[in-house]
C-alpha cells in the first residue's frame, strides 16, 4: 500500500504537470497551428533565428513566393498584440480594456480564416475574447480607437496567451499603423510543393512547418522547455524512487528467494514472480493517479489551462509503468546473484 501510495502520488504531480503544460503551449499557439499552409513564412534576419515578433514580410518577398513555381496558395497573415473594449470609443475607460492579439488575414480554410470578417468594419472574435469581453455579434468593439462590429464568434484561438481577434487585412495594417507598425503581414501561410529552400534564400525569409515555426515563439520555448524539464526530472525522480522501493522490498525477501531457490525453483521464474508483482503494484498505483488526474483536470479545466487528452494522460502513465518495471529490474540482482547457502545463513 505504501508503495502504491507513493506511485500514485508521483503519477499524479507527471500527469498533472504534463496536462498544465500542454494547456500553456495551447494557448501559446493554437493560432499558429491553426492557420492554413504546408509552410509558415518568416522573415529571416541577418543575425540570428526568425522571430513572430519580429517578422515583417515586405511587398518583394510576399511577390517572390507568389510567382514561385510549385506553390498553390500564399495567405500574408497580419500579428499584432492590441487592446480591446466593448462599447464605441470613449464608452469605457482603460481599466475595461483587454489584451488581445489581432490577426489580419482574408478568409481561407482554417481555424482562424474561419474568424475572419468580410468587411473592413468587422472583426471576427475567438471564443476566448468573446468571454473576456463579453461581447455577442452585433456588438461594437473598440481597437486601437477605432471602432468595428463583431460578426463573428468562432472556437478557441490563443497567440501568446492572448485571444485572437480577426480583421481584415485592409484594416488590421491600418491598426498595425496607428500602433506604430509598418502595415506589412508578419508571415506568410504558403500551400504547395516549391523548393522551399530556394524559394527561402532568394526572398530573404524562413520556411518550416507550423509545428517546426513554434520555436520562432519566445514565450513557447521559455514555457515549454522549462516545464518539460521539469516532467523529465520527475521522471527521473520516480525511477529512482519506486528502484528504491523494491530493492528494499526484494532484499527483505532474500531468505524467501533462497529457501525457493533451495527446492529447485528456477531464476528465471523468481524473476518473472518479482516483475509480476511490481507490475500489478504499479498499475493498481499508477491507475489511481491518473483517475486523480482526469478528475482533477476536468475541475481545474474552468480555471486554469489544463489540457485533458492522451497525450496528457496515458502517455505519462506508460512511461511511469516502463520506469518503475525498470527500477524493479534494477532490484533484481537480488534475485538473479542469490546464492541459497548464503542468503540462508550458512556461513555465519
Known amino acids: ?201 532568394r526572398t530573404d525569409t524562413a520556411a518550416s512547418t507550423p509545428l517546426g515555426s513554434l520555436g520562432a515563439l519566445e514565450t513557447f520555448r521559455s514555457e515549454v522547455g522549462s516545464l518539460g524539464l521539469m516532467i523529465v526530472m520527475l521522471f527521473g525522480v520516480s525511477a529512482l524512487v519506486v528502484g528504491a522501493f523494491f530493492t528494499v522490498w526484494t532484499m527483505q525477501r532474500s531468505a524467501d528467494v533462497a529457501v525457493l531457490k533451495a527446492l529447485g525453483a528456477s531464476t528465471r521464474s523468481l524473476v518473472r514472480d518479482a516483475l509480476g508483482q511490481a507490475l500489478v503494484v504499479l498499475a493498481v498505483g499508477i491507475g489511481v493517479g491518473t483517475a486523480a488526474v482526469v478528475v482533477l483536470g476536468a475541475l481545474a479545466g474552468g480555471t486554469l489551462p489544463f489540457l485533458l487528452s492522451p497525450l496528457t494522460t496515458l502517455v505519462p502513465a506508460v512511461a511511469m509503468v516502463v520506469l518503475g518495471l525498470g527500477g524493479a529490474a534494477v532490484a533484481l540482482r537480488t534475485v538473479t546473484a542469490a546464492d541459497p547457502l548464503t542468503a540462508l545463513g550458512s556461513n555465519r
Open 1 to 201: 500500500m505504501l508503495i502504491g501510495a507513493v506511485v500514485a502520488l508521483i503519477t499524479l504531480l507527471v500527469g498533472f504537470l504534463a496536462g498544465l503544460t500542454g494547456g500553456l503551449a495551447s494557448q501559446d499557439v493554437s493560432a499558429v497551428l491553426g492557420l492554413s499552409g504546408d509552410r509558415v513564412v518568416l522573415q529571416q534576419p541577418a543575425s540570428g533565428s526568425p522571430s513572430y515578433a519580429q517578422s515583417t514580410i515586405g511587398r518583394e518577398a510576399v511577390a517572390g513566393w507568389q510567382d514561385a513555381a510549385g506553390v498553390d496558395e500564399v495567405v500574408p497573415v497580419g500579428i499584432v498584440q492590441g487592446r480591446a473594449t466593448v462599447g464605441a470609443a470613449g464608452t469605457r475607460g482603460s481599466d475595461d480594456a483587454v489584451g488581445v492579439a489581432l490577426f489580419g488575414l482574408e478568409g481561407v480554410r482554417s481555424t482562424v480564416g474561419a474568424l475572419a470578417p468580410r468587411n473592413n468594419d468587422e472583426v471576427g472574435l475567438s471564443a476566448g475574447a468573446a468571454h473576456d469581453l463579453g461581447a455577442v455579434v452585433g456588438d461594437t468593439v473598440t481597437i486601437t480607437g477605432t471602432a468595428y462590429r463583431v460578426a463573428v464568434i468562432g472556437g478557441d484561438a490563443w497567440y501568446s496567451h492572448t485571444p485572437v481577434v480577426a480583421m481584415t487585412a485592409e484594416a488590421w495594417a491600418a491598426a498595425d499603423r496607428r500602433l506604430g507598425g509598418s502595415g506589412e503581414p508578419s508571415l506568410l501561410a504558403v500551400s504547395g510543393t516549391p523548393d522551399w529552400d530556394a524559394v527561402a534564400e
